[in-house]
């Protein structure tokens, strides 16, 4: 999802279905299929770090969960996965906030199925603390506790650092990847080409990602 089409999102969530995008023949092409950052992003020693960018609300980010979430349990030892929750709106903070606060209590990864399905199935907005903590309490998370962390210092310094990671990738939309502080791909700049259904468009960006992996590996 762009920048741009968040408004229209917020107004009136639209309905799941077949993405129409362009596939390349062949490898994936520069500038194309992904960008390259530059300057490279300050990244740890010894390991490949993958960054989701995404946004509880956002269609594409709930229909390429399953794809990215199958695929970061089978990473290899000197690659690690993280999700970076972005809000490009204002109003969308509040789900910023519950992804950390939910992080911060050791949940977020547990509790994000529920979640998906409240806003995407069931027509949830979860949009104030305290709806998110009802929501959350049948699941095991004591309201109190959440709501601790949801105004917590550390929290909004973790949201505060999302963003500054977006704007240094450069982000334009949700979901987006990037991989090593080099490079940043889409399932929407992975299919550029050719009609494309999101699960295709999801499978084409993990496949550009692994070749973006080789390529921090490589140093090329």
Not at 96 to 116: H, N, T, V
Not at 121 to 142: H, R, W
Request: net charge positive; charged share 20%.
């Amino acid at each position: 999802m762009k920048r741009r089409d968040f408004s229209a999102l917020l107004a009136t969530a639209p309905a799941l279905g077949a993405a129409t995008s362009a596939h390349a023949q062949g490898g994936p092409v520069e500038g194309r299929h992904y960008q390259v950052i530059t300057p490279p992003l300050p990244t740890a020693p010894g390991k490949i770090e993958v960054v989701e960018f995404f946004w509880y609300g956002c269609p594409h980010c709930y229909a390429f969960e399953p794809a990215i979430e199958a695929w970061s349990k089978q990473l290899p030892n000197d690659v690690v996965f993280r999700k970076a929750h972005v809000a490009f709106r204002a109003n969308v903070k509040i789900h910023q906030r519950m992804f950390y606060a939910l992080e911060a209590l050791g949940k977020e990864a547990a509790a994000r199925p529920a979640i998906f399905n409240a806003m995407h199935q069931q027509g949830l907005t979860l949009d104030d603390a305290k709806s998110q903590a009802k929501f959350l309490s049948p699941l095991g998370i004591d309201p109190v506790k959440y709501q601790e962390a949801y105004n917590s210092f550390g929290v909004v310094t973790k949201c505060q650092q999302a963003e500054k990671l977006a704007d240094a990738y450069r982000l334009e939309g949700v979901p987006s990847i990037g991989v090593g502080g080099r490079f940043l791909t889409s399932p929407s700049l992975a299919g550029l080409g050719q009609r494309m259904t999101e699960a295709e468009l999801g499978q084409r960006a993990l496949q550009i990602t692994e070749f973006l992996i080789q390529r921090v590996r490589n140093k090329a």
